[in-house]
């Protein structure tokens, strides 16, 4: 009976024991039963884990699936967005672009539109000098003896082409009636005109692609040193081609003002905003193509052309419609809103465009500055004492902007609307022209000042001082592995070790083939930005 009742009560104590354990810990049992595992989250405290949290999950793991349970918990579920920091600070970075894209982009618009008015107010300005002054050179050539070997300068004879190719194409320009071939446009119905526009754009840029080389082959054919072997058909045939060039280009610039003041002039306005709306139609052509940096570059440098080319339309529609109503200031208040319509369109275009390339190409807005720097040292290497081109040729190359035909239109459009008259009329005009020396002055000094320091912003001042021979040279020289690495192998050398090094040599030559080829492909992403030229495609960007 001892016995029996030592083992009841030790039976008892044991099972207080478990009592006082699952009251303690009762997750084990849960946790046996499959219901609620342990889970490495729970508050531990002294060895314990916390009752409340135990209980509220199996409250949750017990509850069957309800509509209501699963509303409150989208309602209540919570994230944290710094798990994925990375990516958040990248897309914010990417909206920071967007925003300094207008700023950025209309600081390198304006400063090449300035340069492309440096350029076309040099044919008007200090052209029509250099050209009196290489005449009277010719003049006085037999008073003061000829010494050397050329009567006049290389510089000196590329500007009596220009100045002659100017008078023939102005004189040519005289036979081409504008208003015959504005109303002969007028004539034409909507879609076609909007046909024609689309083609006068297209055939302008293959004009300006082929048009510089035109005039490159003239000055150089003209220039070439005597003693070397002559390989060109000639100095006259040359010019003949560039005076023809110039005229075509000139009666297509006219075509298209003609285009553009029929369009202010109709009624409904609908050719106009037709037009506009093709500027919208580039951003679907541009956006959506993958951009290196280099070919933003070409493609920024074309905008710029394109927009001084527009204000220069502009202008020469608005001289058209003021001769047309007795120059009636009034009439310009009329033209004020279509004028503002053509700017604005044009701005918005290329903001967006260039925003939205930089966002999908993952470029930065500060590409711009390196832009402007590119420019602001073609400004001041044409400076130099050694320099190989002329400031507005180097304008020319870069951006697309031949301003001969441009100039030539513009002084036929103003000849024909102006009717000069009497002394007091030349008076007006020989101090316009003062006017125009004088802002052309003006307008050199403030963009060489500007480029100076773009310059050194850039840390591009070393490359002003290297030879013309060391900017192009860009191949590499095999280095000393290279050449132990293909170095024929000595008599010593086995078969296998022969044959092992010649499939060496071989997977290495594909390889670096391989290399070259995508160096190739992809050569705008490390090619210097100066040495970029514009004519080496037809249009605005490689694609």
């Given at each position: ?27 084990q049992d849960l946790h046996k039963s499959g219901k609620v595992g342990l889970s490495a989250d729970l508050p531990e405290t002294l060895g314990f884990y916390d009752i409340s949290v135990v209980r509220r999950d199996q409250r949750e793991h017990s509850a069957d699936p309800s509509l209501t349970r699963f509303i409150c918990t989208e309602l209540t579920r919570g994230y944290f967005l710094e798990h994925n920091e990375a ?195 580039e951003i679907k052509g541009s956006v959506f193509k993958k951009f290196e940096k280099n070919n933003l570059f070409q493609m920024s440098n074309s905008d710029i052309k394109e927009r001084f080319t527009s204000y220069v339309l502009l202008l020469i529609v608005c001289l058209r419609n003021m001769e047309q109503f007795s120059w009636n200031p009034d009439h310009l208040w009329v033209l004020f809103p279509d004028v503002f ?203």
């Open positions: 009976m001892a016995e029996l009742s030592g083992t009841e009560l030790s039976e008892e104590k044991e099972a207080e024991i478990e009592l006082n354990k699952r009251q303690k810990r009762p997750w990516k958040y600070t990248e897309r914010r970075e990417k909206v920071y672009t967007c925003m300094r894209i207008p700023k950025e982009l209309e600081k390198l618009m304006i400063f090449g539109f300035f340069l492309c008015v440096d350029a076309f107010l040099y044919v008007f300005t200090l052209l029509p000098l250099r050209v009196l002054l290489a005449l009277l050179r010719l003049l006085t050539l037999p008073c003061c003896g000829f010494s050397g070997s050329r009567l006049l300068q290389p510089a000196q004879v590329c500007d009596m082409l220009r100045g002659l190719i100017l008078v023939l194409c102005f004189s040519m320009m005289h036979y081409v009636d504008y208003s015959m071939m504005y109303h002969l446009i007028r004539g034409q119905s909507v879609i076609k005109l909007y046909i024609i526009y689309n083609m006068l754009e297209v055939a302008d840029r293959l004009f300006s692609s082929f048009g510089q080389d035109i005039l490159d082959a003239l000055y150089w054919t003209a220039t070439e040193p005597k003693e070397r072997k002559r390989d060109s058909i000639g100095v006259i045939p040359h010019f003949f081609m560039a005076v023809f060039y110039v005229f075509l280009h000139a009666i297509l610039i006219m075509v298209q003002a003609s285009t553009l003041n029929v369009a202010f002039n109709s009624h409904n306005k609908s050719l106009l905003t037709i037009m506009m709306s093709n500027n919208f139609v319509m053509v700017v604005t369109s044009e701005v918005a275009v290329d903001i967006i465009k260039h925003a939205f390339i930089t966002k999908f190409n993952d470029i930065t807005a500060d590409v711009y500055s390196e832009y402007r720097a590119s420019l602001a040292f073609d400004l001041v290497s044409s400076r130099q004492k050694n320099a190989c081109t002329d400031y507005s040729d180097s304008v020319a190359r870069r951006m697309g902007f031949i301003p001969l035909p441009l100039a030539v239109l513009l002084i036929r459009v103003v000849m024909s609307s102006i009717k000069v008259q009497g002394a007091l009329s030349y008076t007006c005009v020989f101090l316009f022209y003062l006017g125009l020396v004088t802002l052309k002055v003006l307008n050199s000094i403030v963009l060489l000042g500007k480029s100076c320091v773009y310059v050194k912003r850039a840390n591009m001042e070393d490359k002003l001082f290297e030879g013309p021979s060391a900017a192009p040279s860009t191949a590499k020289s095999p280095s000393k592995a290279d050449q132990a690495r293909y170095r024929k192998p000595s008599g010593k050398t086995n078969t296998t070790h022969h044959s092992q090094f010649c499939t060496e040599c071989w997977f290495n030559s594909e390889e670096e083939e391989a290399q070259g080829a995508s160096e190739l492909k992809h050569r705008t992403s490390n090619k210097d930005l100066l040495e970029i030229d514009r004519f080496t495609i037809c249009g605005n960007r490689i694609d």
